[in-house]
T-cell receptor, first 114, second 114 residues
Framework: EPEVTQTPSHQVTQMGQEVILRCVPISNHLYFYWYRQILGQKVEFLVSFYNNEISEKSEIFDDQFSVERPDGSNFTLKIRSTKLEDSAMYFC????????????FGPGTRLLVL | GNSVTQMEGPVTLSEEAFLTINCTYTATGYPSLFWYVQYPGEGLQLLLKATKADDKGSNKGFEATYRKETTSFHLEKGSVQVSDSAVYFCALSGVAGANSKLTFGKGITLSVRP
């Protein structure tokens, strides 16, 4: 069964450093999402992406965050200057459509900012 | 805005016990409702979904019915197994023409004893 993959599985970085989290969507999927889960808290929506544009973003997704599909396959989340509070599990999700479509999640990247 | 409330956990049951995990929601319009499961060390997997009132989603012995009158989507299983030990998340997504992001509940950890 096709699956969403994410790399790296774990990343440790120093505060102020840039990180790039990568996701390989299921091949025929057109809608892409990033969510995050701070330890012990809810899974929170960050951003949705369709047709090479951001469709929606949450308040969390400020100027320090960006997303792109650099090569038409990978879908990346960049955090320009990490803060301690960015430490979380980051999940990529993809779906074939928008309304009522199932979102398929990757295994996540655990980011630790020191 | 949309929100999902799940009962407080964790929940510990003996094998073959009956399981109910409560989930209620607040949303405008008619959202789609989902249960996702997260097994240890893995990403979120769709367990079941329902897209309109009175629909029943079912999978792997789990069931949930979309109850518009009580704004609920409680998860049930008649006889749990040790392999059902995981974190369970209730979620909703927006209506047609609106955003499709998922709004999650806090999640509840289920442990099943042999």
């Amino acid at each position: 069964e096709p699956e969403v993959t994410q790399t790296p599985s774990h990343q440790v970085t120093q505060m102020g450093q840039e990180v790039i989290l990568r996701c390989v969507p299921i091949s025929n999927h057109l809608y892409f999402y990033w969510y995050r889960q701070i330890l012990g808290q809810k899974v929170e929506f960050l951003v949705s992406f369709y047709n090479n544009e951001i469709s929606e973003k949450s308040e969390i997704f400020d100027d320090q965050f960006s997303v792109e599909r650099p090569d038409g396959s990978n879908f990346t989340l960049k955090i320009r200057s990490t803060k301690l509070e960015d430490s979380a599990m980051y999940f990529c999700a993809t779906s074939a459509g928008a309304f009522q479509e199932t979102q398929y999640f990757g295994p996540g990247t655990r980011l630790l900012v020191l | 805005g949309n929100s999902v409330t799940q009962m407080e956990g964790p929940v510990t049951l003996s094998e073959e016990a009956f399981l109910t995990i409560n989930c209620t929601y607040t949303a405008t319009g008619y959202p789609s409702l989902f249960w996702y499961v997260q097994y240890p060390g893995e990403g979120l997997q769709l367990l079941l979904k329902a897209t309109k009132a009175d629909d029943k989603g079912s999978n792997k012995g789990f069931e949930a019915t979309y109850r518009k009158e009580t704004t609920s989507f409680h998860l049930e299983k008649g006889s749990v197994q040790v392999s059902d030990s995981a974190v369970y998340f209730c979620a909703l997504s927006g209506v047609a023409g609106a955003n499709s992001k998922l709004t999650f509940g806090k999640g509840i950890t289920l442990s099943v004893r042999p």
